[in-house]
């Protein structure tokens, strides 16, 4: 299984209707292209970005949809003036503890792997972090996305609200401090968002 993330900034006066733009034209519009299994949107009020990721039955098709979701995205910038960046992934890790819907909060961690220790990256986020993951209050859902052409990976964990979010910050990253300390990981950057869309039909990959 494979991801598209977009990440979409400027939208801090715009935001709502960005929201309804991917909600009401995007969605639909994705759900409808050959291998699709879904789309989420996560969103950060306090500085404008939002991330839409959408998930492919396999890399082929997920290249398929390019040229459809280039025209997608340029009508997001021409409308909005959005500045957009664009990834791509492997979905390594995914399990759900409970059902996501469109409401909730995500914290999303995006990593720097050494070379060639990915698959140990792997190993410890499966092994060790996990199960302490899972432990925590109002726990929905975790993913592990990863890039190994660029050593990059970006582990997505949803709670049912942000106040739960927020309640286990301190925990949270003491967990990741560890887990990039045992592996020779590095973290580049950290964002708190408001789960807008959850509509990812991926089976769970563990």
């Known amino acids: 299984m494979y991801a598209r993330s977009t990440t979409i900034r400027g939208l801090t006066g715009a935001i709502d ?3 309804a ?6 969605l639909p519009a994705v759900r ?29 098709t997920m290249r398929a949809s390019a040229e459809l979701v280039h025209l997608m ?14 990834e791509e ?8 503890a409970h059902t996501m819907h469109d409401h909730g909060a995500a914290r999303v961690t995006w990593l720097q792997v050494d070379d ?13 972090l996990m ?3 899972q432990e925590l209050p109002n726990f929905c859902s975790l993913s592990l996305l990863v890039d190994r052409a660029a050593d990059r990976a970006v582990s997505t964990v949803t709670f ?45 990959m563990v």
Do not use: K
């Open 17 to 19: 209707a960005g929201i």
């Open 21 to 26: 733009y991917i909600r009401e034209e995007a």
């Open 32 to 60: 409808e292209m050959p291998g699709c299994v879904g789309l989420s949107l996560l969103t950060d009020r306090d500085t404008g970005r939002s991330i839409a990721t959408s998930a492919w039955r396999d890399e082929e």
């Open 73 to 86: 995205r340029e009508r997001l910038v021409a409308a909005f003036g959005a500045e957009l960046e664009v």
């Open 89 to 96: 992934w492997e979905i390594a890790v995914l399990q759900r």
């Open 116 to 128: 060639g220790q990915m698959d140990r990256l792997l190993d410890a986020y499966r092994s060790a």
């Open 131 to 133: 199960p302490r993951l």
């Open 160 to 204: 049912h609200s942000r106040v739960a979010l927020e309640a286990v910050r301190d925990r949270a990253r003491v967990m990741r401090d560890e887990l990039t300390g045992s592996v020779g990981a590095r973290v580049l950057d950290v964002a708190e968002t408001d789960v807008v869309l959850s509509h990812l039909r991926v089976p769970e």
